[in-house]
């Protein structure tokens, strides 16, 4: 029951360092000219799809923005795999289903890597769809 117990509690530190993250996320780019339209979407199960972190626009462009810390921030660009692009890109596909408003717009995915003693690291356009 012990081990069960710590897991839970790992799992809960674990999100709440994840949103502490991508508050700062979300911070840095409204500072940078972001208007942060929306954060942890996630889109309707059976779909294969996942969470988006943060969806943002600026200017005539919608932009997905997966967050990642690590200790290392070289270790948070390794740690977006291909299968999550899949999802986080399925995710985005159901998001503007919903918001038609956006089909004009520009699309775009980004990266913001965070490490322990670092500033946030943007990468625009962190990959396409057609790269995989």
Same mark, same amino acid.
């Given at each position: 029951?012990?081990?069960? =117990?710590?897991?839970?509690?790992?799992?809960?530190?674990?999100? %709440?360092?994840?949103?502490?993250?991508?508050?700062?996320?979300?911070?840095?780019?409204?500072?940078?000219?972001?208007?942060? &339209? %929306?954060? %942890?979407?996630?889109? @309707?199960?059976?779909?294969?799809? @996942?969470?988006?972190?943060?969806?943002?626009?600026? @200017?005539? %462009?919608?932009?997905?923005?997966?967050?990642?810390?690590?200790?290392?921030?070289?270790?948070?660009?390794?740690?977006?795999?291909?299968?999550?692009?899949?999802? =986080?890109?399925?995710?985005?596909?159901?998001? &503007?289903? &919903?918001?038609?408003?956006?089909?004009?717009? @520009?699309?775009?995915?980004?990266?913001?890597?965070?490490?322990?003693?670092?500033?946030?690291?943007? =990468?625009?356009?962190?990959?396409?769809?057609?790269?995989?």
């Amino acid at each position: 029951m012990q081990k069960q =117990i710590d897991k839970v509690t790992i799992g809960k530190e674990s999100r %709440n360092k994840g949103y502490a993250m991508e508050t700062i996320a979300a911070n840095w780019l409204r500072l940078k000219g972001y208007k942060i &339209l %929306n954060r %942890n979407f996630v889109s @309707g199960r059976g779909i294969g799809a @996942g969470e988006i972190d943060i969806i943002a626009t600026k @200017g005539k %462009n919608i932009i997905f923005i997966e967050v990642k810390f690590r200790k290392h921030i070289d270790e948070a660009a390794y740690s977006i795999s291909t299968y999550s692009k899949k999802r =986080i890109f399925r995710a985005a596909e159901f998001f &503007l289903s &919903l918001h038609s408003e956006y089909l004009d717009y @520009g699309v775009r995915f980004d990266a913001i890597l965070l490490g322990e003693k670092s500033y946030p690291i943007h =990468i625009k356009d962190a990959w396409r769809k057609d790269w995989w």
